[in-house]
C-alpha cells in the first residue's frame, strides 16, 4: 500500500487566495483526521471523518475553514479567504477507526502552507 | 477536553537510556499513545497503552498509570537516529488523539 497520499508537498500562495488540500487515505480505513502544525500550537486535530462523515469539527479555526469527504477515498481541506497566520503544515491521517483497538493513526507526508 | 504535558527537550548519550514523562488531565480517556516525528517528517506510531503496566516493543518501553493520569516513554540504547521529536496523545473513546506539544530528543556521540 502507498500509504496516505496528500498533495500538493508545498503550496505557497498569497494572502486572500484560495487554498485547497487533497488526501486520499489508506484503502479500507474508515477514519480520516485532518490536523495542523505548528511550533507555537503544536499538532492540532481539525477535523475528523468516520465513514465518510465529519464526526467532530470543533477543530476547524473559523468559517474560512472547510473540509469535505465525497467518498472513501478522498478528502480535502479548503481555506478560503487564506490568511497568512494559516501558514502550517497540514497533516492528513487515516485509521481503521473504531476497529483498531489500538487506534493507531497513519499519517500522510504533509502539506507545508506559506500564506505570504 | 484533554490536556497533555511533556517535556520540551531532552538530551542524552548514544547508547544511554532515557525516559520521557507524559502528564494527562482529560474527561475522557480510553489510552495514551506515543508518535515519533523525525524533523521535516509525518508523526509515526511507536506504542499505545490502554492498561497499566508497561508494554516493551524492542528499546521502546511504555508504561501507564491511569490512578496517576500519567505515562512514560522509555528509550533504551539510545542510537543516533532516534534524535526526533516525541508526542504522548490521549485516546478519547470516539478514536481522536489529543497530542501534547512533543519532547525534541538529542541524542549526542
Known amino acids: 500500500d502507498a500509504g496516505v497520499i496528500q498533495s500538493p508537498r508545498h503550496e505557497v500562495t498569497e494572502m486572500g487566495q484560495e487554498v485547497t488540500l487533497r488526501c486520499k487515505p489508506i484503502?479500507?480505513?474508515?477514519?480520516l483526521f485532518w490536523y495542523r502544525q505548528t511550533m507555537m500550537r503544536g499538532l492540532e486535530l481539525l477535523i475528523y471523518f468516520n465513514n465518510n462523515v465529519p464526526i467532530d469539527d470543533s477543530g476547524m479555526p473559523e468559517d474560512r475553514f472547510s473540509a469535505k469527504m465525497p467518498n472513501a477515498s478522498f478528502s480535502t481541506l479548503k481555506i478560503q479567504p487564506s490568511e497568512p497566520r494559516d501558514s502550517a503544515v497540514y497533516f492528513c491521517a487515516s485509521s481503521l477507526g473504531l476497529h483498531e483497538p489500538r487506534n493507531e493513526q497513519f499519517f500522510g507526508p504533509g502539506t507545508r502552507l506559506t500564506v505570504l | 477536553g484533554q490536556s497533555l504535558e511533556q517535556p520540551s527537550e531532552v538530551t542524552a548519550v548514544e547508547g544511554a537510556i532515557v525516559q520521557i514523562n507524559c502528564t494527562y488531565q482529560t474527561s475522557g480517556f480510553y489510552g495514551l499513545s506515543w508518535y515519533q516525528q523525525h524533523d521535516g517528517g509525518a508523526p509515526t506510531f511507536l506504542s499505545y497503552?490502554?492498561?497499566?503496566g508497561l508494554e516493551e516493543t524492542g528499546r521502546f518501553s511504555s508504561f501507564l498509570s491511569r490512578s496517576d493520569s500519567y505515562g512514560y516513554l522509555l528509550l533504551q540504547e539510545l542510537q543516533m537516529k532516534d534524535s526526533a521529536s516525541y508526542f504522548c496523545a490521549a485516546n478519547s473513546g470516539y478514536s481522536t488523539l489529543t497530542f501534547g506539544k512533543g519532547t525534541m530528543l538529542l541524542v549526542s556521540p
Open positions: 484503502s479500507g480505513h474508515n477514519s
Open positions: 497503552n490502554a492498561l497499566d
